[in-house]
């Protein structure tokens, strides 16, 4: 693990640099991430694409968040990066680009060699799939630019209504590039107890649900954060946040 560290989640080149060594085979990278809402730069993929290709290594990309990045900020696929399209699987999600995350249908990409075991893997592990979801996705993939721009757009305005009313309240809420969640500090409401005790609390005293950030973590950390999501009616997160203005206020 490269450990990324708020409030600004930059990799650092040196920590990257040491996860590597002659035995590395994989990468696992998720960007947009969730649940930091950190979209990774430029430079920063460029040096993870060249750790990859020196080290003869491949790479898996979460970029389920894709089309959902905000502000100046850019999504690149890292399998763009020189030396990187045979040695990348980017994996992508219905769910999280047409909103129906029900479905549970995604997509990997990947060269035509690297893609063979992967379909095996899949018959064999899976087999079963929705033709029909899969036919109404493929549908969706082919929709025109402006589809994944309004989604991008009608995204940031949730992300903006949800932070202005959370601030509004009196939390410290973090940047968010991409995804659909907001990270807000509860210390400065003055609640004396951890982001577990937080969530647990607002969720039986006002009706609403978030998760704790300590939940992200492999090992036990102290965090008086809580990760909101905003991708729901903006009628819904009006609600929540008269709620939680009504109890924490
Ligand atoms: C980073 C990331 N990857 C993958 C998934 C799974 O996506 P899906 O449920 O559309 O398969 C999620 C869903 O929350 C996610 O946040």
Redesign the pocket.
């Known amino acids: 693990l490269v450990r990324l560290r708020p409030p600004d989640w930059r990799l650092d080149p040196v920590e990257l640099a040491a996860a590597f060594s002659t035995r590395t085979k994989l990468v696992l990278l998720?960007s947009p991430?969730?649940p930091s809402g950190k979209v990774f730069s430029r430079s920063e993929l460029s040096m993870i694409a060249e750790h990859v290709v020196a080290r003869d290594a491949y790479a898996v990309c979460?970029e389920?968040?894709e089309h959902i990045v905000f502000d100046d900020h850019e999504h690149l696929p890292l399998m763009a990066f020189p030396g990187m399209a045979e040695r990348t699987v980017r994996?992508g999600?219905?769910?999280?680009t047409f909103s129906i995350?029900g479905w549970?249908v995604?997509y990997v990409t990947a060269g035509a060699q690297t893609l063979a075991p992967i379909a095996k893997a899949h018959q064999f592990l899976c087999f079963t799939t929705p033709p029909n979801l899969q036919r109404a996705v493929a549908f969706g993939l082919r929709k025109a630019d402006d589809y994944f721009t309004e989604l991008r757009s009608t995204m940031q305005g949730k992300r903006d209504r949800l932070r202005t009313g959370l601030e509004s309240i009196g939390f410290g809420v973090a940047a968010c590039e991409g995804?659909y969640f907001l990270n807000a500090d509860f210390a400065p409401l003055g609640f004396v107890g951890t982001d577990e005790q937080f969530c647990r609390h607002i969720t039986e005293h006002a009706g609403v649900a978030a998760v704790p950030f300590s939940a992200f973590y492999p090992e036990p950390i102290e965090s008086t954060f809580v990760r909101f999501c905003f991708c729901k009616s903006d009628q819904m997160l009006d609600d929540a946040v008269d709620r939680l203005r009504a109890h924490l206020a």
Do not use: L
């Not at 999600?93 to 999280?96: E, N, Q, W």
């Open positions: 998720n991430m969730n979460d389920v968040y994996i999600s219905a769910g999280k995350t549970k995604g995804t």
